[in-house]
């Protein structure tokens, strides 16, 4: 099996190829690679989109990618492959992003990426550190994971999703935050797994065992 993280210059992958290394070797879930080409997305068993940094610059340097949207899009919705978009890479999957400027998202998951606006204003923005989650629904990568694990987040940005059944978890900074969604073969996760510690490790393995 074959796990791709993508690379299209829109942050550190250093410690997300590491923490998916030592779950793949842990789980026996095969070889996983960083690629910036769609060559790799075409032939992969999983695909991780992270992304640091804006909505509309990260969906800019991954369009600018030759042949990496399409090698996205037909691998996520013609063939079902698994797929976890991380922090940015989980917006890109709604339907609009509203940082800066419009921009669209994937469209896979309905809903809207918008500023984060706390009811306590002494709450900072962005949300920063460590937050529990509350789990809304079940979901395979979330086996062991329950409501009251750490989860470690950094954004000013947050997913109001459409459909309620798509949103798999949530934390509360002053108002729900969006945590997690899932759909068919498409999950997302708005905290780092990579820097969640024992949470974070337990939903890569999860993800790399999936078979939806």
Known sequence: MLT???DYDSGNL??????FQRMA?????????VTSRAEDVARADRIVLPGDGAFPACRA????????????????T???????GICIGMQMLAT?????????????????VV??????PALKVPHMGWNDLVIDHAHPVL?????????YFVHSYHFRVADPAERLAHCDYGGDITAIVGQGNIVGTQFHPEKSQATGLKLIANFLAWKP
């Open 4 to 6: 791709v993280l993508i």
């Open 25 to 33: 070797a842990e789980t026996d879930a095969g070889k996983v690679i």
């Open 143 to 151: 086996l062991g994971i329950e409501t009251g694990a750490h989860a």
């Open 14 to 19: 250093h410690s997300a190829e590491k923490a």
């Open 61 to 76: 340097a991954l369009d600018a990618v030759p042949g990496m949207t399409e090698a996205i899009a037909e691998a996520v």
């Open 115 to 120: 500023h984060i606006d706390p009811a306590d």
């Open 78 to 84: 013609r063939r079902a492959v698994p797929f976890l």
């Open 96 to 112: 609009r992003g509203h940082e800066y400027r419009d921009t669209d998202g994937f469209g896979w998951i309905g809903g809207d």
